[in-house]
């Protein structure tokens, strides 16, 4: 099993990037799929996740708001849509998969089974 992530990059604050998660999964679709992000010197936090139908999502009270996460489970990949960044949002953003049929609100890295490499954001002042 591997989750691709990309999509991350340089962008002034108030812009936006939108992060998509490849997964070679076979039954992406039975899979809870989950955001975190890290920055330097910090503790990975959650940011987002959606059930495996997309039916429930979930965010972090920070991206409230400003970060929508959609899935398409035909192309086996997550989305971030990050808008009105700022530079607190700096980090490396990491997709995680669990396999879950539930609407639960997976919001600790240790409930995941699949990690990603990680993209890293830059938002500047």
């Known amino acids: 099993v591997q989750l691709q992530a990309s999509g991350g990059g340089l962008v002034q604050a108030g812009g936006s990037l939108r992060l998509s998660c490849a997964a070679s999964?076979?039954?992406?679709?039975?899979?809870?799929m989950g955001w975190f992000r890290q920055a330097p010197g910090k503790e990975r936090e959650f940011v987002s996740c959606?059930?495996?139908?997309?039916?429930?999502?979930y965010y972090a009270d920070s991206v409230k708001d400003r970060f929508t996460i959609s899935r398409d489970n035909a192309k086996d990949t997550v989305y971030l849509q990050m808008n009105s960044l700022k530079p607190e949002d700096t980090a490396v953003y990491y997709c995680?998969?669990?396999?879950?049929?539930?609407?639960?609100?997976?919001?600790?890295?240790?409930?995941?089974?699949?990690w990603g490499q990680g993209t890293l954001v830059t938002v500047s002042s």
């Open positions: 995680a998969g669990k396999l879950s049929y539930g609407s639960g609100w997976y919001r600790l890295p240790t409930e995941y089974d699949y």
């Open positions: 959606i059930s495996w139908n997309g039916a429930s999502t």
């Open positions: 999964i076979r039954t992406f679709s039975s899979y809870a």
